[in-house]
């Protein structure tokens, strides 16, 4: 389910044309994506220390989690 709220996020990020906002509308958005943007560099940070746990990116042939 995460991965799919994940896909469609994305999707509507790449359609969104910011010419057509308000400037209240640019100023919310732009503090959302400033929001999501922070806890998906979190969520990010907590699945690499994972993988690096893990040893996946050894397991895919990679030199360190940064290379993976």
Known sequence: MLIEQLSSLTDEVAA???WT???A???EVI???Q???T????VM???AGCADDMGLPKDDGATSTTAW
Do not use: F, K, N, Y
Not at 39 to 42: F, N, P, R, S, Y
């Open 16 to 18: 969104l044309e910011p």
């Open 21 to 23: 906002l308000t400037g």
């Open 25 to 27: 509308e640019v100023r």
């Open 31 to 33: 503090a959302a994506v």
């Open 35 to 37: 929001t999501t943007r």
């Open 39 to 42: 806890a998906l560099d979190a």
């Open 45 to 47: 940070s907590r699945l």
